[in-house]
């Protein structure tokens, strides 16, 4: 049995995960730490288990296995490399890090200690994500030309029952955050734009800032690449009722994902299709915490996982510079080390 400690419960989904490990039968918490004490006493009481107050004293457990990190984005750094150190295995929220040279630091002392680290991109897990991989596989589509993909919630909208919206105040923190509606929500449509077209040139974003917090809550983020194709990719905190989407176009063909329904359409010159075909959508594949336990176990590595993870800060440190400038910015101008 593996014996996790819950690093923080700082990140809305800190209890999704908390569940998981409850659920799975390989894992159980034992023990809690949290930057703010008032919280981590609070969710350990509730689960049983041993609060410590520093993340020294909780790291130095000898029974503690792994952690599952979901601190404020701004100190994932400090957190893991101090878990990796401590032989921890790690399990973290998106992002990895904020920025390049940060995720460089994480992923050097994740290999120098020999630790399996699986972060949650969960919709690399889904089932149309299969589907569509497949998909480009099988080049359906030609040589892709445009990738599409949006994400929005209405978090962030002021309601009467709800006046500061149902996100938590923090997640408006940039410091702590790094960001927001891109750095959180659009972190899943740029990963995917990722996967279909691979890592771009140069990142040009736009950010909107329509009820007025310190970070964004309106995005969208445009990715130039050397082939000619274009990657555009949309977040925000102020849509209710925007779906989930993904529009892939090709030399040879055009699938369509969740507009609004969740089904996938294709159509492809190179099937001699006249109409668009509905596809079909295998089962999700395991979670990526099940492919961590895995991982642990069979002590193998997340290697395209983690491949993501890493372009996926590439990415996002990108648009930020490039949104704080009002330029176009290359990835190749970001600090490796």
């Given at each position: ?13 800190a ?32 689960r ?8 020294e ?5 000898d ?9 404020p984005?701004?100190?994932?750094a ?12 790690i ?40 589907a569509i991989?497949?998909i480009?596989?099988?080049e ?6 445009l ?6 919630h209405s ?27 891109l ?12 996967l ?10 736009q950010y ?24 555009v ?15 892939l176009h ?8 969740g ?12 099937l ?7 596809r ?16 642990i176990?069979d002590?193998?590595?997340?290697e ?33 080390r």
């Open positions: 049995m593996l014996k996790v400690a819950m690093l923080s419960f700082w990140h809305v989904h209890r999704d995960y908390a569940r998981q490990a409850e659920e799975h039968p390989e894992t159980e918490i034992a023990a809690v730490w949290d930057e703010v004490p008032e919280r981590g006493r609070r969710e350990a009481g509730e049983g288990v041993p609060f410590f107050e520093s993340l004293e909780v790291l130095a457990q029974h503690i296995d792994g952690v599952i990190v979901d601190a984005s701004n100190m994932h400090e957190v893991m490399v101090r878990a990796a150190r401590a032989g921890k295995h399990f973290t929220e998106k992002v990895l890090a904020t920025t390049l040279k940060e995720a460089r630091q994480i992923l050097d002392a994740v290999e120098q200690s020999g630790v399996k680290l699986t972060v949650s991109l969960p919709r690399l897990n889904d089932g149309y994500t299969l991989r497949e480009l596989r099988e359906l589509l030609g040589r892709l030309t990738a599409r993909v949006r994400l929005s978090g962030a909208l002021r309601t009467p029952e709800r006046p500061n919206g149902w996100l938590p105040e923090h997640f408006y923190n940039k410091e702590q955050c790094g960001g927001g509606a750095i959180d929500l659009g972190c899943h449509p740029m990963y995917l734009t990722r279909f077209l691979g890592m771009p040139e140069a990142v040009s974003a909107g800032y329509v009820t007025g917090r310190e970070v964004e809550d309106n995005a969208v983020a445009t990715l130039r690449y050397a082939s000619g194709a274009v990657g990719v949309e977040a925000g905190f102020v849509n209710p009722f925007s779906p989930f989407s993904i529009e090709g030399t040879e063909g055009s699938l369509f994902y507009t609004p329904e969740a089904k996938l359409l294709l159509r492809s010159s190179r001699g299709e006249k109409q668009w075909t509905l079909d959508i295998p089962p999700n594949r395991e979670s990526a915490f099940r492919q961590w336990v895995k991982h176990r002590n193998t590595v997340a395209e996982n983690i491949a993501i993870a890493l372009d996926l800060t590439r990415l996002m440190e990108a648009s930020n510079r490039s949104a704080a400038s009002g330029r176009s910015v290359r990835i190749d101008e970001l600090a490796v």
